[in-house]
């Protein structure tokens, strides 16, 4: 997958230059205008993605090139955009080329501090009904793909009592304190903090809530995070403290539910989700783990725990399915070693699937960030 050029620039006026053509910097922008970002129903120009037009008039007819800056550099309709933008200007009279530059430049949801953490443009907290779902493995899979698409992203487990990404990632050390600052671990191009890093996980943890409250506030707020397009919180199973902590502390560009297809487990997704909804977390999506087999030697697909469970939810609740994941041995196995499959250079179907549900989480967070969200307050137990 290609790494796109991040720009920094907030300037929404495109710059133009000043060479003279039959085709003018207005006809480029008027043809560009034509071409609507399906998800904000507005034109890419006024959405401030088209920048840098530049205009060179030749024998043959003119060369245009532009940069065409995304939201995200996991962006799923980044080919059909490019394709849209390319041809309205090369249909333009007088036109003999067309140079898109593809870019990104992730943004946040209503400016930069918003997310309470400075730096850190989304955070986005993955959840679960109830453990066992996969919740840990997909965290750790889609912020690899994130980070492999060009994000700069970080990982928070924030399941303290069951802390399992150090394991997905093998990373083990102590993280140093920098001017009272935890500097977070790095594995796979994720900046990443863990309880299991302070505690050790084999370790249990004892404490009651206002403790565990406060010693999640503190990896949140006390961690140097840096620069982030993408924190994904990885957070314990249920409807517990930490999840009304983070809620409360942060303000969420939304959740992500796992689940698997079991009736049992959609049940209580679903109750996970509603609690979410109650907090004002926007819900980006539900991703069914474990969702079907693919027998790797005939690849007849079974599926296991029933089928199109989540699917169903996604409809009831009104939010969308941001993707399938198989049950698969390399997944596991990939986790157990410490290896994520979304990090690996071959680019295996199972990578595709975790991409494209990064790709997928990605443009609903987009989507997100482009409205300005309340902070809730509830009170604490
Ligand atoms: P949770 O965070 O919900 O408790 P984990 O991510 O720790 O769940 O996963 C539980 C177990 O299931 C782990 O052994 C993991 O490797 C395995 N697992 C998760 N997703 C899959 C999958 N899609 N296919 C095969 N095994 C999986």
């Not at 994130?146 to 394991?167: E, F, K, N, Q």
């Not at 409807?239 to 689940?259: C, K, P, R, S, Y």
Request: proline share 6%; with cysteine; aromatic share 4%.
């Amino acid at each position: 997958m290609p790494r796109f050029g991040f720009r920094r620039s907030e300037n929404q006026e495109p710059r133009i230059s000043k060479a003279t053509s039959p085709v003018d910097e207005a006809a480029v922008l008027g043809a560009l205008r034509r071409v609507i970002d399906p998800d904000l129903q507005r034109d890419v120009v006024s959405l401030g993605m088209i920048k840098e037009v530049e205009i060179q008039s030749g024998e043959a007819g003119a060369s245009i090139r532009f940069t065409f800056e995304l939201t995200t550099p996991a962006c799923p309709i980044r080919d059909q955009l490019e394709a849209q933008a390319r041809a309205a200007v090369a249909a333009l009279p007088g036109v003999a080329h067309v140079d898109v530059r593809m870019a990104a430049h992730v943004r946040s949801v209503g400016g930069p501090h918003r997310t309470q953490l400075p730096g850190v443009k989304n955070v986005i907290g993955v959840a679960s009904g109830k453990g066992g779902v996969g919740k840990s493995t997909v965290t750790v899979n889609l912020a690899c793909s994130l980070s492999r698409s060009g994000a700069t992203v970080g990982v928070l487990d924030a399941d303290v009592y069951g802390p399992s990404v150090p394991t997905l990632l093998n990373v083990w050390d102590t993280p140093r304190v920098i001017e009272d600052r935890i500097q977070p671990l790095q594995a796979y191009g994720l900046r990443v903090m863990s309880m299991g890093f302070l505690i050790g996980s084999d370790e249990p943890i004892v404490w009651r809530g206002p403790m565990i409250s406060q010693a999640v506030t503190q990896m949140v707020q006390e961690v140097a995070w840096g620069e982030l397009d993408y924190l994904l919180i990885d957070l314990p199973p249920g409807t517990g403290d930490i999840q009304l902590t983070i809620a409360q502390v942060l303000n969420l560009t939304g959740v992500v539910i796992v689940t698997t297809p079991q009736h049992v487990a959609l049940g209580i997704a679903s109750k996970a989700q509603a609690m979410f909804k109650q907090l004002h977390v926007p819900i980006l999506g539900i991703v069914e783990n474990m969702s079907y087999f693919l027998c790797p030697s005939c690849g007849e697909r079974t599926d296991i725990f029933s089928h199109g469970g989540a699917q169903n939810l996604c409809e009831r609740a009104k939010v969308p399915l941001l993707g399938e994941i198989p049950l698969d041995t390399l997944v596991r196995e990939s986790g157990d070693s410490g290896r994520p499959i979304a990090a690996d250079e071959s680019n295996s179907a199972q990578r595709q699937v975790f991409d494209t549900v990064a790709r997928n989480m990605a443009r609903q967070a987009s989507i997100r960030a482009a409205r300005v969200l309340p902070l809730v307050q509830v009170e604490q137990r």
